[in-house]
């Protein structure tokens, strides 16, 4: 059986499907915990399921205590043999709203894989800013408006926040390199306990993108340095994307409505001075640069 | 009348039901020739509508390889894209739906 | 028998229930309940069970739904605070139509924060889809955990069940309690056996969502089911009494018709009952009605009971702001067109302690028309200052 189906209703260049079949191709047949948000509405209507996989939405913020709550499940009926347990869930469900109940999950040390489907906003409500929405980034809660240029402060670091918890896998992914989904997602379930993977994900709504510009915009995210791919096993970096010619952010932006007014708005070059910095403490510190 | 489950628990890839064919304006049109059956388009695609298929035998040396191509499967084509822009050999490209051609006059 | 706390009565009849999750957070006065079951993990007695120690009730009341969907029997307890932060987890589990059983060690609402006793947390969950049934004593609440599973998990039922018993004044009274032995209960209750769960041989989609074209039949769907429900534990009810020589009653229990009946739940049913008792050997006609039963509402068995009554006197343990208590108006709701006169009395808000002689006084007052049917607050006179 598929374990992803065609039918869904994701919006036509969402990167959001990519990384889900992706990583159950890298993991086989699991158990799946989905918080509210883009891909349980374009998946998960009743007699309109497009998975083929045991597949669980409850809330918005609860996905991790969910899946918790399956493998312990599994441990007492002793039926662990039945398959992995896989969460995905949102930006601002992972980094805003279930923050508790992930740090609940890594701490108690579950035998779970959190994926974390990174599209940079809480787009099922119509592009609101999250916790992991970029700087300067527009949204429709933080407009670029006379005073504001959209985002105030920064993307938080939630791949430090699951090391903080001593994740023995630990790493980001794009849509952009599905093949590298896959392989991190099949890596990942090797380790016992907490792993969480982070994909960046385009959102051709919340973005301003059309379907075609997804991928290369996915892309030039970690070709600027912006969105590095890394990988952690037992707290040690053991693998980086290496950029070779590493892009200027502006290159990145410049693609997207959403971030179109830090280009016109009078405070918009220092935000994007800012990403650079940004881009280039990531190249400093991942050694990205070849 | 209308049957419900307790609990409204669904039935596996009922999806399947939802035909997402007719959504896009543009499809996508592989070049058959070009194609080189890397299977790029098959990973990205977001709707899970490509799939490679076998279209024939090639003599390599001594061995017979199998020649596959990246067949659509229009029915649940969206028509993002996506394959076109991540084709390695440029094989895919989009084209407008005739349906849609009659508005642009 | 054995005299016992009211946790550990708790405590007990779960372990012998055969739970295969357990999940809680502290908070007061329920934690001691959650403290004896996790020594009996540490002890190795409670089998295969996994007790978890969640981050918050929002974390426990989570894992435990993901723990009923995979088909495993869960346990929880909570109160106050801690109940109010499941309850978006708990209207999503009966709408899942999860089989969760829970304690509740009833205690008031902030603000003002206070730990003592009242029945606002639970009548807050009135609407959740989940059954709730209000112990008077310690034996009743050991007795009624077995139950709870096997009314929860009855096919025709398959909602969450809510064992409410009053914090303090029953969680940690000392009381004599026969503690059931573990071949009665397996006897009693049969391993669940769940309909449908999630697992990778049959891979199910749970928590769809529902468009406008169905959502509403889903609703009425668990409606059947707390309907339903009704019937299958008046069955469960008996065959306890049976299976433990102890009978409760039914949703209600009742004495003798009357002209004046007072309604009181929980462990305020005990002195009612005695007051009640005391009265009508003074030759007073006058009846008592312990509510057992909150959801489903036991309707019919009211009006039975009621027939022949011009009085009824409900003693609330809680309020709805703005309107009449809860109680109050489903008794109303279920007598309308009886003509009898409701009088609701409001006392024991906050751990309020609740005198023999305030019960007295107010039925005698009811009994001598001294007072109006309606709301009445058996609340200190006040003012509010601005300070
Ligand atoms: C408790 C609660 N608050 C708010 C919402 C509304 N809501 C549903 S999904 C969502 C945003 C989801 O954002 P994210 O987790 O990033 O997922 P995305 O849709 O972007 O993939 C919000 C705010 C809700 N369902 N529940
Ligand atoms: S709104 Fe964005 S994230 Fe949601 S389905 Fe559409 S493209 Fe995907
Ligand atoms: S256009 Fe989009 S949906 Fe259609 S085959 Fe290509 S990638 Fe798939
Ligand atoms: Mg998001």
Redesign the interface.
Known sequence: MKLFGSGHGACPGCGLPIAVKNVLEGVGPCFVANSTGCLEIISSQYGKSAWGVPYIHSVFENAAAVAAGIEVALKALRRTDEGPIVVFAGDGATADIGIGPLSGMFDRGHNVLYVCLDNEAYQNTGNQQSGLTPSGCYTTTTPAGKIMAGKQGQKKDMVAFALAHKLPYVATASVAFPRDIKRKAKRAIEFKGPKYIQIHSPCVTGWGLNGKQAIPVARLAVETGLYPLVEYENGELVRVKKVKERKPVEEYLKQQKRFRHLFKHPKGHEVVEELQKIADGNALKFGLDI | M?R?????????????????GD??AEYPVIEEEKCIGCGECE???????IELIEAGMEKKGEKEKIIRVAKV?Y??C?????C???CPAEAIK?ELKDIYRGELK | MKVVRGFYSVAYSVRLCRPDVICAYPITPQTEIVERLAEMYANGELGNCEYVTAESEFGAASILVGASATGARTFTATCSQGLILMSEVLWNASGMRLPIVLVNANRSLSAPLSIWNDHQDSMAMRDAGIIQVYAESNQEVHDMIPQAYKVAEDRRVMLPFMVCMDGYKLTHAYEPVDLLDQEIVDGFLPAYDPPVKLTTKKPLTFGSYATPDCYMEFRVAMHDAMDRARKVMDNVFQEWAEVSGRDWGGHISNGEEAETCVIAMGSLAGLVRNVVEELRKEGKSVSFIKLRTFRPFPAEELRKALTGASKVIVFERSLSLGSEPPVTLDVKSAIQKMGIDVYSVVVGLGGRDVPRELVKSTIQEVLEDRVKPGLHFKAKQFEEVIP
């Open positions: 209308i419900i489950t307790p609990g409204a628990v669904s039935k596996p890839l009922e999806s399947l039901k939802v035909k997402t959504w896009g990973i990205f695609c977001p709707d899970l509508c499967n029915e649940y969206k028509g993002c894209g996506t076109s822009v991540v989009m």
